[in-house]
């Protein structure tokens, strides 16, 4: 999925992510029909870490997983006197989308003379959890320093950070403070939010049942996965397909797709192994298909959904591909 840029005949298309994700906001995050200007920005690349007021650090204790709680110590110093309404810690999840958009251009006349597409990012806050504790203070001389220990619930359900390629799902801690009649200040940090195995397991959301189990019946076939579920990123899955009605054809392939509800997202094979059609119908047919590094994991939450699927196929000459298939989980 190599990104492609561009920008409409005017070149002031822009994408936006409310803050503290809003780094990049501006030409970055649009691109022209057909491109995909997500495809090179890294999550971690949207974060403004502070907006000038207050400078600092939120330090973590250990990685943060779906459904475990979340310890670590924060440390500010005002850079300029601070005098906010309220003060507060908070978890800030965001979804970011790539979307399609058109406009029409009109001549002197009223008519259409062209239509114009693009792409541009549109990114929402589905999470802005506020913690009472630790009592962050609301006013701050310059130069007045404060840290404190925190310990926070991370998302029960998730969805965990993850990047689709075409939408980002992004954590972060800050301490923002809501200023009256102005913008608010705050100091955050990126926080990766790993999925949790045992979330998988647990049959929680769409994730669990079949996509888990070593063998999926399809029919009269039977789809095995040897190597342990869910399955990592960067590493092997190792699958054996018994298709006893499996119909003769020029060739045949076992292979890993990706399928998201992502708005401009792109659905695909992500590996893919030459197997025998014989062999299919032997239950002799092998593959070892390498989840490629850094693939997002399983998960549907904040109205996103990301699966993976093996299928096995045979190419016929002349007729359609005949398949079958089965999901598969990946963390």
Known sequence: MAPKFGFNLTGSHTGSAPSPFDALNGPRLAGSQGSHPLHSVAAQELLRPTDGA????????????????????????????VSARNAYLRLTGLRLDEVQRSEDHRDSDGSISYTEHWVETSGKLFVTDAFIEPQVPATLQPGQTWEAPFAVPAPQLGPPTCHLGESIIAWALEVRWDIPMGSDHWVALYLPLAQHPDLIRAGVGKQGGMSLLDSVS?????????????????????????????PQGQNARIELHRRTNAPNGQEGIIASAVVSPADLSSGAAEARLLVPPGSAPSFDGAGLEL????RALVDRRFRSDAAIERPVAIV
């Not at 207050?54 to 006197?81: C, F, S, Y």
């Not at 699966?307 to 093996?310: A, L, P, Q, V, W």
């Open 218 to 246: 399809s029919g009269d076939a039977t789809i095995n996965v040897a190597t342990p579920l869910p399955a990592p990123a960067g590493q092997e899955m190792h699958v054996r397909v018994y298709w006893p009605s499996a």
């Open 307 to 310: 699966n993976y699927i093996i």
């Open 54 to 81: 207050v400078m600092g650090e939120i330090l973590v204790d250990h990685p943060a997983r779906v459904g475990e709680g979340i310890t670590g110590r924060i440390r500010i110093q005002a850079v300029k006197e």
